[in-house]
């Protein structure tokens, strides 16, 4: 199965809603950019990384793609899955220029396309290929109903139709006003409406300081919490630590954490309760794997971010047994052949042989950028 060429590809998905916006940022498109590799034997694999459809940014992704790792992959076994990675993700020019960022989300779009070629060409569904499922339940929690953007009333009445009507018994709502008694306040009417037995977490996109955090999970306290997600900023381990160690709050992250050596950090810190990587952000499924083994051995449960909007990670989330449960964010679900599937809470087990990564031919005509 030789790499007979690669080539990179930008869809710009809009947003359903229009627009949305979390502590730190506001988007109206999401950022499909990735690469199509074709084998000897006819074969086309897809793989891709999410972003905030940022053209000029998504540009450095696919010459990244185009100019630096295509023609280490031209002429490969595209069945040397760990090799591959290796050479890839250690050539010694790319890697001086960058161990994470623009480099690794080129890495990760490839490896998804490398595996997504390898269970297409085994006649298998990722989840299948990489040895079978290990729950039969994979249960959703929606993020979609709690943008920070959503007004008061219009989130507990958004999050009420999401639980009676939809089926979810799991909710995250974004948090983050300079002033926390805001999101207290907030989250006060969402558990008023919803009751005691709906699952709510919460996500401060890495806006405030320790000090916030703090006051935050005090008051918070009697609101059953399941985890705040990034509270504090995305690499200070040490402060993620102290917060772990006396908040009665658990803490979530791993989307802004690009390699299995930043996971290790935080792990061996006991600064991460819920362990959250993303296969777009690290280095594919290759080192996905790495990272969710590892959070197993520790005994952390493994909650995939889902910046692919959950084509990948449905797969490896019903396949890993650290993981019961997967973030829903149904933004760009028909922009692809098989596209994720929830059912009164629950993830559908995907059937089509591949990693879910085949884009239909309209979204690719709709949505494509210029390279």
Known sequence: MRIQSVEPFILHAPIA?????????????????????????????????????????????????????????????????????????RYPPIQWVGRAG?????????????????AKRAGMPLWKMLGGATSARLEAYNTDV???????????SGCAKAVEEDGFKRIKLKVGHAEPMIDIGRIEAVRARLGDTVTIAVDANGKWDLPTCKRFCGRAQGLDIVWIEEPMWYDDVHAHAE???????????GEQLYTADAFQTFLDMDAVHYVQPDVTRLGGITEYIRVADAAHGRRRPVVAHVGDMG?????????????????????????????????????????????????????????????
């Open 102 to 118: 623009i480099v690794h989300l080129a890495l990760a779009a490839l490896d998804i396309a490398l595996w997504d070629l390898r």
């Open 17 to 89: 809603r229009g627009a949305i916006s979390d502590s730190t940022n506001s988007i109206s498109h999401w950022g499909i950019v990735g690469a199509r590799i074709t084998t000897s034997d006819g074969l086309t694999g897809y793989g891709f990384t999410g972003t905030h459809a940022h053209l000029a940014s998504d540009r450095l992704i696919t010459a990244c793609i185009r100019d630096c790792y295509a023609p280490l992959l031209e002429g490969e076994d595209a069945m040397d899955g760990e090799r591959l990675w290796l050479k890839l993700a």
């Open 146 to 156: 709690g943008w920070l953007s959503i007004t008061r009333d219009k989130l507990v």
């Open 243 to 253: 917060l772990a160690a006396s908040a009665s709050v658990p803490i979530a992250l």
């Open 311 to 371: 084509q990948v990670h449905v797969h490896l989330s019903f396949w890993h047994p650290a993981t019961t449960m997967l973030e829903y964010i149904p933004w760009i679900r028909d922009c692809f052949a098989e596209p994720i599937l929830v059912t009164d809470g629950a993830y559908a087990l995907p059937e089509t042989p591949g990693a879910g990564c085949t884009p239909t031919e309209q979204a690719l005509r709709d949505y494509a950028q210029p390279l």
